[in-house]
């Protein structure tokens, strides 16, 4: 168990809908990044939060936005959902914003159909 | 540019050593790293090596980086049938942020 916690577990959802996945980071850690894992793409980066602020963008649509909150939890908003974004969504998080290990959560499964 | 690639595949028998290798092709990575996944799971943190180290053992686990050929491999010793897995390899990026780059993951599979 890393600490890192990420609800919920599993999502189905339409095309054309919205969710949101939150994350919970280890305790005393200041940083959340969000990856998604698909068939075709692999492990992509997607953003990092550091103190709630943002503080790197990867590969992140426009249809999602992230939010890290003062009590350091972390919410992914995925909107307007298409059939490939159908993946697992990880949630990492660090102690500080630079050359930090960095300790996964266990994921959320979420089917777009 | 950033691209780590890996082997898709590796099959060993219990008790023999499992050799991954991954290699990378951005010189500034300061950090890399090895993770592991197994089924329905999320990643868990193997292990990892310093730029300005070759070799890192623990356990029954030895990483070796190469940093001439951009070369990193994990060696299992003693390979269990646990030990059965998706391995990936991740660079830490020296760039703004604190972003890895994965690899696609080595099958790791064991016979008993």
């Known amino acids: 168990d890393s600490g890192v916690t990420q609800t919920p577990k599993h999502l189905i959802t339409a095309t054309g809908q919205r969710v949101t996945l939150r994350c919970s980071p280890r305790?005393?850690?200041?940083?959340v990044y969000w990856y998604q894992q698909s068939l075709d793409q692999g492990l992509q980066f997607l953003i990092q939060?550091?103190?709630?602020?943002?503080?790197a963008k990867g590969n992140i649509l426009e249809r999602f936005s992230a939010q890290q909150f003062p009590d350091l939890h972390s919410e992914l908003n995925l909107s307007s959902l298409e059939l490939g974004d159908s993946a697992l969504y990880f949630c990492?998080?660090?102690?500080?914003?630079?050359?930090?290990?960095?300790?996964f959560g266990p994921g959320t499964r979420l089917l777009v159909l | 540019g950033e691209d780590v690639e890996q082997s898709l595949f590796l099959s060993v028998r219990e008790g023999d050593s499992s050799v991954i290798n991954c290699t990378y092709t951005?010189?500034?990575?300061?950090?890399l790293y090895w993770y592991k996944q197994e089924p329905g799971a999320g990643l868990q943190l193997l292990t990892y090596?310093?730029?300005?180290?070759d070799m890192k053992q623990d356990q029954r686990l030895t990483v070796l980086l190469n940093k001439k050929d951009k070369h990193l491999s994990l060696r299992i010793a003693d390979t269990q049938t646990g030990d059965s897995a998706i391995y990936f390899c991740?660079?830490?990026?020296?760039?703004?942020?604190?972003?890895?780059?994965f690899g696609g993951g080595t099958r790791l599979m064991v016979k008993p």
């Open positions: 990492a998080s660090s102690r500080g914003r630079y050359q930090e290990t960095q300790y």
């Open positions: 305790s005393g850690d200041l940083s």
């Open positions: 090596i310093f730029s300005n180290m």
């Open positions: 951005d010189s500034s990575s300061t950090y």
């Open positions: 991740a660079e830490r990026v020296n760039n703004a942020g604190n972003m890895l780059t």
């Open positions: 939060y550091y103190n709630g602020e943002e503080r």
